[in-house]
């Protein structure tokens, strides 16, 4: 019996939405934003925001069986609603009582929108020794200057949770207002897919912030403090196998009317219900000693491995078809790619290389 969960049947309809609004975004003159209102009207926005601020503080189980969901039907709204949802979560683990109150109940619509640039403090420019954004801490005022490398929808954004390193090598979070004097968008990224989530860099010249402002820190290492999201975190394995159950749905079209399909499609299916079964219990109430295996990194080795391997079988079985630019199977291709980038854990990046180098007996992460 597949492992898939079923959806709610109230979800029936925003799905509809977003697998007819998914073809449009293969396109950086489209931002999601129809998907992301239907998404708001169903309560999605709200769903890591805690309850005293109008949310419904899904757990993490919740959370990835509707990131399941969501992405299987259009991966570019799921991925930006990802990124929305980091911000929330974030703001939601301040301790700054002030702030939370302001933002999170503005959060729980599809009115404002929030998104996040930490990759230099996780993945992103780790070789550099000097830290790509700085902050110089004077009186009640934080002063930043320097870039964020990676903003999803950064135009479209009302606030950037982002951070940036002092002089002592302490950290802080802030929630960036972007009328904020001193902000500058760069034009858009031309991505390999994914180009509707409009992810650009931001430049910050002496921008001055009230610490009212401020969502976490001064301390080192401050993304260290977010407990189980960030970095290669579960919802990020969901979006792959999503995406890689996306491509079996179009196989399963292709094989329709030839049987022989069959035997691929069958593993392929195996395997995607192998890991959305471990994926769920690493997410659900078990006690993290009691599945040791399942880690946050193994997960998403096997979901990126998966969503390369089911794009792959789609496009060969669609044929040259497949490879025209419009064709789904390409565009499959394209946006399977994004997780050998997407808030990969250097472990997994080393699994996947390993992988492609053929080192199959090589160390699992
Ligand atoms: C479409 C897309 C959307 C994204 N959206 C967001 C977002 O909204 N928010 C967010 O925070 N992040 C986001 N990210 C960032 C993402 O999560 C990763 O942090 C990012 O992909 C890491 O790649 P990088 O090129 O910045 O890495 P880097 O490590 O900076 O690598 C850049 C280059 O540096 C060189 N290099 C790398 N390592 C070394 C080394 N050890 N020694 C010498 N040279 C080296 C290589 O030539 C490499 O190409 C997004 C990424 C993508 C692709």
Redesign the pocket.
Known sequence: MSSWPEPDRMFEEPLRVLRENSVSLDDAGNWPSESLDVLGEAGVLGWVVPREYGGSEYSGAQLVEGYLQLSRACLPTT?VLT?RN?ACQRFALSENESLKADLLPQLVGAGRFA??????????????SKPTLSVSIEGTQLVLDGM???????GQADWVL?GGTCADGAQVLVALPMDAEGITVMPA?D????DS?R?ASIRLESVSLDSAMLVAGPINEVMQTGGRGG?GSLGTSALALGAASQSLDRLAGEAVDRPELGEILDPLTVERDDVVRDLLAAAGEMAESQLPELTNESLRQRSNSLVLRAAQAYLAASKGAGFTGSHAASRAVRESM?FL????PQAVIEANLREFAGMTDGPSC
Request: proline share 3%.
């Open positions: 991925f990124q980091a998104t996040v640039g930490i990759s230099h403090l996780t993945t992103s420019r780790q070789h550099l964020v490398p990676w903003v999803t929808g950064a982002t990224q991505l390999l897919a994914l989530s992810t970095t994004f980038v997407w808030s990969c």
